[in-house]
């Protein structure tokens, strides 16, 4: 199982947290991990923990394509962060 590290900026509307969530689910991925700030610009800030034997682009791809999403990046592939300490 894959543990990767999504950053999202999201414009502030009541259903974009709906819709993000509901794109991970339908894409197979689970969610461990969620938390969200309101920012004074009228954007939202998500980062999310999620878990899946899928590859991350098949989420960021459809996740960027929401209307209210403004970016959305993958910080850390936890996987490869824990490889790179098992070898070193």
């Known amino acids: ?4 590290s999504l950053a999202l900026n999201v414009q502030q509307r009541p259903e974009v ?6 794109v991970a689910r339908h894409r197979g991925f689970k969610v461990a991990n ?5 920012n004074s610009n009228n954007c939202t800030s998500i980062d ?6 899928r590859e ?3 989420l960021t791809n459809q ?9 959305c990046q993958v910080l850390v592939n936890n996987t490869a ?5 098992n070898k070193g």
């Open 63 to 71: 996740i960027n394509k929401l209307i209210d999403v403004i970016d």
């Open 81 to 85: 962060v824990a490889l790179a300490q």
């Open 34 to 38: 969620l938390s969200m700030q309101l």
């Open 1 to 4: 199982m894959n543990n990767y």
């Open 17 to 22: 947290l709906e819709r993000v969530l509901r």
């Open 56 to 58: 991350i682009g098949l």
């Open 48 to 53: 999310m923990l999620v878990q899946s034997e």
